[in-house]
């Protein structure tokens, strides 16, 4: 079984530019988490996606945003790029949806901002 | 902030037991004990959890105290592949996804 998968591995853009990172989850999770790990600090809760909604979202400003399609993947966007968003981005998935804390992760996309 | 204490760091040789120790004094009753962990540079990975029942599976035990004021994660034959950084955290079914992993115990197994 595939496990959670993230494109791309490594991301480099200039201040001011838009990212846009990719979530595959595993096969029958219909929620998917992205979580943000710069470094030097703790992973922080961005966006919690669950049927297609946006289900709950962390202390990030309007420019970090995201959606889910039909067949559960997810992107991530962040717009208006600043230097301190170089940093590991994470997603996961989940199978209960509601209240479940079990996650897969998977490998993170690195995003440098220059 | 995180609502649990773990130690910076800890050393455990290899094959030997490595005893994780977590404290969540201000705990409430809804609330789960989560333990995951993150090997450098890869997403965390999730270990185990438990209510108040101590819980084992094929990757490690956990050990919740009677008060659930405090908890221990228990790998029983530790190899060099555990060496990462082991997180413990406490949370409520329904929490929206929102996992507050603090800055955990970062555990080295040596030959």
């Known amino acids: 079984e595939a496990g959670v998968t993230q494109s791309p591995t490594h991301l480099i853009k200039t201040r001011g530019q838009q990212a846009t990172l990719r979530c595959s989850p595993i096969?029958?999770?219909?929620?998917v988490y992205w979580y943000q790990q710069a470094l030097g600090l703790g992973l922080q809760f961005l966006l919690w996606?669950?049927?297609?909604?946006?289900?709950n979202r962390g202390n990030f400003p309007p420019r970090f945003s995201g959606r889910q399609f039909p067949n559960y993947s997810s992107e991530l966007n962040v717009n208006a790029l600043e230097l301190e968003d170089s940093a590991l981005y994470l997603c996961?998935?989940?199978?209960?949806?509601?209240?479940?804390?079990?996650?897969?992760f998977g490998a993170g996309s690195r995003l440098t901002v220059l | 902030d995180a609502k649990t204490t773990q130690p910076p760091s800890m050393d455990c040789a290899e094959g030997r037991a490595a005893n994780l120790p977590c404290n969540h004094s201000?705990?409430?009753?809804?609330?789960?004990v989560y333990w995951y962990r993150q090997i450098h540079s890869q997403g965390p990975q999730y270990i185990i959890h438990?209510?108040?029942n101590n819980e084992t599976n094929e990757m490690a035990s956990l050990i919740i105290t009677e008060d659930r004021k405090s908890s221990t994660l228990i790998l029983p034959h530790a190899t060099l592949r555990d060496t990462a950084v082991y997180y413990c955290?406490?949370?409520?079914?329904?929490?929206?996804?929102?996992?507050?992993f603090g800055k955990g115990t970062k555990l080295s197994v040596k030959p």
């Open positions: 996961a998935s989940s199978f209960e949806g509601y209240g479940a804390n079990v996650l897969t």
């Open positions: 438990g209510l108040k």
């Open positions: 996606y669950d049927e297609g909604e946006e289900r």
């Open positions: 201000t705990i409430s009753g809804n609330e789960y």
């Open positions: 096969s029958g999770h219909t929620s």
């Open positions: 955290i406490v949370d409520p079914l329904g929490s929206q996804g929102n996992l507050i």
